[in-house]
């Protein structure tokens, strides 16, 4: 596959329909050129055959599994978060993580979303910061309007029906009211930037 080509993703996409997880109730997610291997906890002992079977799969396809790219994270229970143990890893080889980012979302072991929220909250800030440099030299209206649609919206907007509903602190909620209250007045035409 040619790496950072258009053909990449697609050439993956038909290349990847033969890789299926070893073991019944796993399961292998892909998109574009990311695989993500699930497996619930009653199949931990299928972790190093998995692994193993993808490894050998990308040999099969000429490809190669990047172990230095590649992370476990292990989904705790709210009952064991309490205690603080921090699980051990159940592949070698690959780093045990707290929190990785697929498909542009930060996951967290904890299940919560903080992490990536402030992420966005601060690209956001210093998109804001561009538009103001934007309107200070001179951007019309109109197009600081389109810009902020394009970046900032965008990103705000960007897989929130999977991470909306954790708004857990007094932060995050104070930035789902600036979003809702800016995306209102980007809808009827009001929007001011600063």
């Given at each position: 596959m040619i790496q950072g080509s258009a053909l990449g993703p697609a050439t993956f996409v038909i290349n990847g329909g033969d890789l299926h997880p070893v073991a019944e109730g796993n399961d292998l997610l892909k998109y574009a050129d990311d695989t993500y291997l699930i497996v619930p906890v009653e199949n931990s002992p299928s972790c190093e055959d998995e692994l193993h079977h993808i490894k050998q799969w990308a040999t099969a396809n000429n490809l190669h599994l990047i172990q230095s790219k590649s992370a476990e994270i292990i989904f705790l229970p709210r009952v064991t978060r309490s205690t603080h143990v921090k699980p051990p890893s159940l592949l070698t080889g690959i780093k045990l993580v707290n929190s990785i980012k697929a498909l542009g979302?930060?996951?967290?072991?904890?299940?919560?979303?903080?992490?990536?929220?402030?992420?966005?909250?601060?690209?956001?800030?210093?998109?804001?910061?561009?538009?103001?440099?934007?309107?200070?030299?001179?951007?019309?209206?109109?197009?600081?309007?389109?810009?902020?649609?394009?970046?900032?919206?965008?990103?705000?907007?960007?897989?929130?029906?999977?991470?909306?509903?954790?708004?857990?602190?007094?932060?995050?909620?104070?930035?789902?009211?600036?979003?809702?209250?800016?995306?209102?007045?980007?809808?009827?035409?009001?929007?001011?930037?600063?």
């Open positions: 979302v930060t996951l967290s072991s904890e299940l919560s979303m903080s992490a990536h929220i402030c992420s966005i909250l601060e690209s956001c800030s210093r998109a804001m910061y561009g538009l103001r440099t934007l309107r200070a030299h001179g951007m019309q209206k109109e197009c600081l309007h389109e810009v902020f649609r394009s970046t900032i919206l965008a990103r705000l907007t960007y897989a929130s029906p999977a991470w909306s509903g954790f708004y857990s602190c007094r932060r995050h909620q104070e930035a789902r009211q600036l979003y809702q209250q800016k995306q209102s007045e980007v809808s009827s035409g009001q929007a001011t930037v600063y």
